[in-house]
């Protein structure tokens, strides 16, 4: 008798308790708060810059800046979230969920739209120091210092715009401008020097020509 009443009491404890496992997947699956599923990528902000593949421990991030493409291969992703954390543009996400089990092992391909121009850094002279920070950070080495000669050059097809460069400087002398609008003023810079050069020759050939008198 004592095991009936034991066994009567738990048969309408779970008759009337919820059940312990869920309706899936009719019903969706609830996951705990945190939970590292997958990888999620926002094309609208992202540069294509690399620095989220560089960061993969296991190799299943590709970018390809000549074919507008970000590629993962979620097999070998292992969810750490490292390239999360070092994208500049916060363009990936961890999110709930897994992959879908598949047939077999295949990369996902993400295509971003080529953008009309994109922005360049602009270096204000008066203010640069020409301290080489911002080509040391730069992730694509666009840009290159001469402290000597107090040179600062960009090399605007390896540019990411990723602005990297503007947060790093010290004196906070570059800023983010149109592709369109940077090349009239370095063309306006080339022209002011050439100028400069002109009149500096004009006047060490007359002072030549003053002592030879």
């Not at 994208?87 to 971003?112: D, H, M, N, R, T």
């Not at 080529?114 to 640069?128: G, Q, R, S, T, Y």
Request: contains cysteine; hydrophobic residues 35%.
């Amino acid at each position: 008798m004592p095991h009936i009443a034991k066994f009567t009491l738990e048969v309408l404890k779970n008759l009337f308790s919820k059940p312990a496992t869920i309706d899936y997947p009719a019903k969706p699956r609830e996951y705990p708060e945190r939970t590292r599923g997958h990888i999620e990528i926002d094309l609208e902000t992202c540069i294509l810059c690399g620095i989220c593949a560089k960061a993969c421990p296991s190799d299943a991030i590709k970018t390809d800046r000549q074919a507008s493409t970000w590629e993962i291969n979620r097999f070998d992703c292992v969810q750490c979230g490292f390239c999360v954390e070092k994208c500049p543009k916060k363009s990936l996400k961890i999110l709930p969920g897994y992959s879908e089990p598949q047939p077999e092992k295949k990369a996902e391909v993400f295509e971003k739209p080529k953008a009309p121009e994109k922005n360049l850094p602009f270096m204000d002279e008066e203010k640069c120091v020409y301290c080489t920070l911002c080509a040391k950070k730069c992730p694509q080495s666009a840009l290159t210092v001469d402290r000597k000669e107090k040179k600062w050059e960009l090399t605007a097809a390896k540019c990411v715009s990723c602005e990297i460069c503007v947060s790093s400087c010290p004196k906070k002398c570059i800023e983010m401008k149109p592709k369109s609008e940077v090349k009239k003023l370095n063309a306006k810079k080339k022209a002011a020097a050439a100028l400069a050069a002109k009149k500096a020759a004009e006047e060490a050939a007359k002072a030549e020509g003053s002592s030879a008198d």
